[in-house]
């Protein structure tokens, strides 16, 4: 992610080479031109940063992890560009290819990937998700105005668990669709119109997984509780109740219906092509009180990991749509 001085310059049009001119290492360059190459193919320009992409806290290597199967092949290809800190651009519906002045292809406006300042992309954020990484994010300051620390169910492990736990409250959640609680026969621990919980989350009955598993508090137990609440193979009988995790049902539609972490845990582990199912827990500081915006992006860049807001992933979803 980190492109730092001589980034390749890329420009890509459909059925035409990469043309690329760049002092940049040769492994960054293939890299480059690999995502370029796959984004043409879709009539998408790509086109390299001098620097590391503004409010991106990650500087680390992307590695080569690809998203999931269920992630459409074009989303895919934007992820992997956006986390090499490319700039992507399409068509304009309708235009005819022009050049600039440069001579380069031109496709008219930009794809306005929402960001707010200081924080990662929505992309970047995903591709994070897919490799199994936990990300940062924040709700609005007129709602909870707290962050939560998120990561794929499918993929928790131990370690990850024990990292959540050390800076969390370590009321370790679970968001999940509807379909799959009912699937697993978990209920709602109150029905609606008994929850008195200030944001309406729907906490379910608490599950620890009947294999695998002591005491089901430890980090492993958790995580292998959480891996079976990930596994459409699952069934009803696998869990213990109650138990020590907490499984959500999150609002059907995801972000655009309830702008909820939640639905937010939900969505990024769908749209990074994961089980569609997150783990999140509220990140404190050292005197436990909650974290804030500027305690947040500290976090994030202490512990490199991407720190986005749930606005920003509305605003991605609708542009998503719309494209």
Same mark, same amino acid.
């Not at 969390?168 to 009321?171: I, L, P, R």
């Not at 005197?287 to 720190?307: C, I, N």
């Given at each position: 992610s980190n492109m730092g001085t001589g980034a390749a310059c890329v420009s890509v049009c459909k059925g035409q080479k990469v043309c690329s001119q760049s002092t940049a290492a040769p492994a960054l360059r293939g890299r480059t031109s690999t995502a370029s190459l796959r984004l043409g193919r879709r009539g998408l320009r790509v086109q390299a940063a001098a620097s590391p992409v503004e409010g991106h806290n990650d500087t680390r290597p992307t590695g080569g992890r690809r998203l999931g199967s269920r992630a459409p092949p074009a989303a895919a290809a934007v992820y992997e560009a956006e986390s090499l800190g490319l700039h992507v651009s399409k068509p304009a519906e309708g235009s005819v290819l022009n050049r600039g002045v440069? &001579?380069?292809p031109d496709y008219g406006t930009?794809? !306005?990937l929402p960001r707010s300042p200081g924080f990662s992309t929505i992309p970047a954020a995903l591709a994070a998700v897919a490799r199994g990484e936990s990300v940062v994010v924040l709700d609005d !300051? +007129? /709602?909870e105005n707290e962050g939560d620390l998120i990561l794929a169910a499918d993929r928790a492990t131990p370690e990850a668990l024990a990292f959540m736990v050390r800076y969390?409250? &370590?009321?370790v959640c679970v968001g999940m669709r509807g379909a799959d609680l009912d699937r697993l026969e978990i209920p709602l621990m109150v029905e609606d119109k008994a929850n008195e919980d200030a944001m309406k989350t729907a906490f379910t009955v608490t599950v620890d997984a009947k294999l695998g598993t002591t005491t089901g508090i430890s980090a492993a137990d958790r995580s292998v509780t959480i891996n079976a609440l990930a596994s459409q193979e699952s069934v009803s009988s696998d869990f213990n109740k109650p138990g020590h995790i907490f499984p959500l049902r999150a609002r059907e539609g995801g972000v655009i219906t309830r702008p909820g972490h939640t639905e937010a845990a939900v969505d990024l582990a769908r749209l990074s092509g994961c089980f569609p199912a997150g783990v999140l827990c509220e990140l404190v500081n050292d +005197? &436990?009180?909650?974290? /804030?915006?500027?305690? =947040? =992006?500290?976090? &994030?860049?202490? %512990? /490199? =990991? %991407?720190?986005v807001t749930i606005k920003d992933l509305v605003q991605y979803i609708q542009t998503q749509e719309l494209m």
């Open positions: 440069n &001579g380069s930009p794809i !306005e !300051e +007129d /709602r969390t409250s &370590g009321v +005197d &436990g009180s909650m974290s /804030r915006t500027p305690d =947040l =992006l500290q976090f &994030g860049y202490k %512990h /490199r =990991l %991407h720190v």
